[in-house]
């Protein structure tokens, strides 16, 4: 637009439209990192015919706000970050020798892949899911990582049983500076939890 030259018409809505898009800010979202494996232990921790399946907790996108930079606002969706945990879950269990299933319904819509398959290790059990014993898990709260070390935890989840007989609530240690650190440590937690550990081995359909 020459200096001194009234606008035009579509001048003036492109003003309009960056004036909209700087009141409203620019959205940016922030996909899940993963985190390292744990380490196993030399025993094996549940029979070879355990079976188990894990359940997003969420069945639609859920945004929330992480932090605001001048225009530029960074979320999350907590279905996403939910979907990730679950597939780390699954690794960590199959490692222990429980087959662990997360359905493609879970993971739908995110940016996170299933595992390839591979054997199962329970075919009996494996082909009727509904007699298999469900975990629903769903990310409760991320946090910012560049917040001061009050206004953690960084991350926190929440489990609940299909049944009803177990649920628990878990937060990433207060000294997690970074999403993969809080992720390793919920994961340490749920995994370790005996009493998780004791309703899946004593789960009967």
Known sequence: ????HPPSVSSASG??????LAASGCYHSIIPVGSPPLGVEEERVFPH??????????????????????VHILEADLREWTADLLVELQIELRRRGADAIVSE??????????????????LDRRSDRRTLPVIRVWISHLGD????????????AEVESNDG?????????PGCK???AAFL???KQMIEDARFRGWILAWKP
């Open 185 to 187: 440590s919920l994961k």
């Open 145 to 156: 990582p560049s917040a001061a070390p009050e206004a953690r935890p960084l991350a926190a």
């Open 178 to 180: 970074t999403f993969s």
């Open 165 to 173: 007989a177990f649920a628990a609530s878990y937060a990433a240690e």
């Open 49 to 70: 015919s355990t079976v188990l399946r894990l359940d997003n907790g969420y069945t639609s996108m859920t945004l929330v706000e992480i932090r605001t930079e001048g």
């Open 105 to 122: 319904s879970s993971v739908e819509g995110t940016s996170v892949v299933l595992p390839e398959e591979g054997e199962a290790l329970d």
């Open 15 to 20: 003003w309009a439209l960056a004036l909209v």
């Open 1 to 4: 637009m020459l200096r001194g």
